[in-house]
């Protein structure tokens, strides 16, 4: 069939092929990278030899290649020739038989149209084709090697460096060691911790390479390693390079001229602080601001933030996030630092300064910050009970907004109404709210006020069905990506569509097909890349309520990614599904391979300790942190603390939040100091932005799962911090 074939409508599209179950399971096993288990389910549903179903073949080629049977996979693949595809999904084809083919002869690709396809395809195309033609791999090598394909920044990663290691291979085979030695070069500076490049960086010495191409190859390594989060290995690199002096009497690195040397401290700095050595990190980066004037801007914003982590350290962040405002106030961090500052002098108690700091954010006109600063002025009034003050500042914040950001127009909106003396202007205030931004956690919050009030609450508008659409035409890498969807091919289909979408990202505008890809990504089983994408490019489609046209935004805005694996848990917890949805894409985008900085895992973001006495509780086993990547078993753990955390405080899933992001113990502590504080207030003055802003988050996304997914009634909030939300058992 023909690329013009593959126009169906969307929504016949993500319901074909009509595949069996067992087919389902295997694809399922597949995208958690499990192809010897998805090749197991094959063989148990009869299902472990080719048939006349494309998609079958499509995925007993990628179960049975991922499981080492070569054989197996290249008649599954050999039976999908007849095909007529779109060529960059033939080429996608050829490049997995390449792979497991020992003698066929496929290929014949020109260089150009290998180069237009995803990283991970020409890394695998090109892999194959040494084994059937040297001359053609060298020659595609160094055309790769020349237009340096691995430096794509939207590609992942592990891509680029199966990429790297693809091209060292086929020059190096090719007999062009020259070349292989620059590539080889290349991965030790740029990519030097990734697995598919371990045999070639991992043998070589740092000391034989340093000397070899020098100390700027050095210090590039060094980044490298740095963009891995490799920080111990910065940080005895760093010292190295440095010959063990990093800082001495101010200067940087005086064993090295000083642009490398500036660049070798900054990193250590940051790898400082990123190891929580935060007195170092502080002195280190205070010192390149001082020495290294092209590195000042963000050595000062980053020293800032190790002085905030200490002790009685706010004083002295403060006067550096003052000096990189008042001596770069054109730079982009200006503002950002103004608006810190002040939040760090509320935190230590000097208001008055605070205010001061806000106020210069609010007059710059250069940068981002204007609204943030405008609605800490107000809080401060707010919080400091001088309400004519800060009805004022939201009046203006109000009229400001209304028009061009409803994310500070609902916030100022519900304060303003919520500190009306007028008991009728407070209730149409919340009203507005609740038409305007229904789905938002102002609305939530509003309609436990007019509850409180005595007031119906407005209903909601249902929300819209998805009609059926038929996609705009699509580029060449989205119509290879529906095809090789089609044909079961998830892992190369969920590359060709976000090639697609990076390309779009880079044209910088939107369009209505933009929306079709994306939710061919998320049939894929890529939830994390399509939600991500959609809410930074689609973001001013997610206010308001869903209409007949934004509506597929909102739906693959808000999926049911891992939908089983979630229900299950919310059924066996108690949970409510929504709520668990909400947490798992506010914590991961989805993610269930995910490890953050702080070691969280998965899907649900489970700290080890915190996954282990979990499963401790319900008597399930955990013996690696490989098994919490498994969306069943993190999901399942999550809702357990969740629950444990709801049960802690009376169902109310607020504070419930609170805790699972930053500890029942905070939560305790923050409620001792107002226990009567109502909870729009509790929540605001939750003195951890990451919490307070997580918290908020997670109700909004749980408020549109109810709306969106379940058919019912947005979320509505108590006003008393006390009330239960959720029932607990």
Not at 35 to 42: E, F, H, N, R, S
Not at 239 to 250: G, H, I, M, S
Not at 465 to 476: H, I, W
Not at 543 to 548: K, L, R, Y
């Amino acid at each position: 069939m023909t690329a013009r074939a593959f126009m169906l409508p969307l929504v016949l599209l993500l319901a074909a092929p009509a595949v069996e179950p067992t087919l389902q399971v295997a694809r399922r096993w597949l995208r958690l990278q499990e192809p010897v288990k998805a090749l197991a389910t094959l063989r148990e549903g009869a299902l472990g030899a080719p048939s006349t179903n494309p998609a079958h073949n499509g995925v007993l080629a990628l179960a049975a290649s991922g499981a080492g049977e070569r054989a197996l996979a290249q008649q599954a693949l050999e039976a999908l020739r007849g095909v007529e595809l779109p060529p960059l999904a033939r080429l996608a084809l050829d490049a997995r038989l390449l792979g497991v083919c020992g003698d066929c002869r496929v290929g014949g690709h020109s260089a150009a149209e290998v180069m237009a396809a995803p990283v991970m395809v020409q890394a695998r195309y090109l892999t194959g084709l040494v084994r059937v033609d040297v001359a053609a791999a060298r020659a595609l090598a160094k055309e790769i090697m020349r237009k340096e394909a691995w430096r794509d920044d939207d590609a992942p990663p592990h891509e680029r460096a199966e990429l790297l290691s693809a091209v060292y291979t086929a020059l190096e085979v090719g007999g062009d060691r020259k070349a292989a030695d620059e590539v080889m070069v290349t991965a030790w500076q740029l990519l030097p911790m990734e697995p598919a490049l371990g045999y070639l960086v991992r043998p070589l010495l740092e000391t034989d390479m340093i000397a070899r191409h020098g100390v700027a190859a050095g210090v590039l390594h060094l980044e490298g390693l740095q963009a891995a989060n490799r920080n111990h290995e910065v940080l005895g690199l760093g010292a190295r390079l440095c010959k063990n002096v990093v800082v001495q009497d101010k200067r940087v690195c005086p064993a090295l001229e000083k642009p490398l040397g500036c660049r070798v401290a900054f990193a250590v700095g940051k790898a400082l602080r990123q190891r929580r050595k935060y007195e170092d990190a502080e002195r280190t980066l205070g010192a390149v601001a001082d020495g290294c004037p092209e590195l000042a801007e963000r050595a000062l914003y980053l020293g800032a933030r190790a002085a905030m982590a200490q002790k009685g350290g706010g004083p002295r962040a403060i006067a550096l996030l003052d000096r990189l405002a008042t001596g770069f106030p054109q730079s982009n961090l200006a503002d950002d630092a103004l608006v810190l500052a002040g939040e760090t002098a509320a935190r230590i108690e000097d208001p008055d300064r605070a205010r001061r700091y806000w106020q210069r954010a609010e007059g710059l006109s250069q940068g981002d910050m204007m609204p943030q600063a405008a609605w800490w002025l107000a809080w401060s009034a707010i919080d400091a009970g001088r309400h004519d003050e800060a009805r004022e500042r939201l009046e203006t914040i109000v009229k400001r907004n209304v028009a061009t950001d409803p994310v500070e127009w609902r916030r100022a909106a519900y304060w303003r109404a919520r500190l009306s003396k007028d008991p009728a202007m407070a209730i149409s205030g919340m009203e507005e709210i609740v038409r305007r931004e229904p789905l938002s956690f102002e609305a939530a919050m509003a309609r436990g006020f007019l509850r409180s009030q005595g007031v119906g609450v407005p209903a909601a508008p249902a929300f819209p069905t998805t009609k059926e659409v038929t996609p705009a035409s699509l580029d060449a890498l989205a119509s290879a990506g529906m095809a090789l969807w089609r044909l079961g091919m998830d892992d190369d289909a969920a590359a060709m569509l976000r090639a697609s979408l990076n390309e779009r990202a880079a044209n910088g505008k939107t369009a209505p097909s933009d929306v079709d890809v994306v939710q061919m990504l998320l049939a894929a089983g890529d939830a994390p890349h399509a939600s991500r994408w959609i809410r930074k490019r689609w973001r001013d489609s997610l206010h308001g309520f869903p209409t007949d046209v934004t509506a597929r935004v909102w739906r693959v805005a808000y999926p049911l990614a891992h939908e089983e694996a979630i229900s299950t848990a919310a059924k066996d917890s108690g949970v409510p599904a929504p709520l668990l949805f909400a947490l798992a894409r506010e914590e991961s985008a989805f993610d269930h391979a995910v490890t953050s900085l702080s070691g969280a895992v998965g899907l649900m973001q489970l700290v080890p300790p915190t996954a282990l006495t979990e499963a401790m509780t319900l008597k399930m086993e955990l013996n690696n942190e490989a098994e919490l990547r498994d969306p069943y078993t993190n999901a399942r753990l999550g809702a357990a603390y969740l629950m444990r955390n709801l049960r802690q405080f009376h169902g109310n899933a607020a504070l419930a939040l609170a805790a699972y992001n930053a500890g029942p113990g905070s939560v305790h502590k923050w409620l001792k100091a107002d226990p009567e504080a109502p909870l729009d207030l509790y929540v605001e003055r939750i003195p951890i932005a990451e919490t307070r802003d997580y918290v908020k988050r997670v109700l909004e996304s749980y408020s549109v799962y109810l709306a969106l997914h379940q058919g019912g009634t947005p979320l509505e909030l108590p006003l008393r911090a006390a009330d239960a939300m959720v029932p607990v058992r």
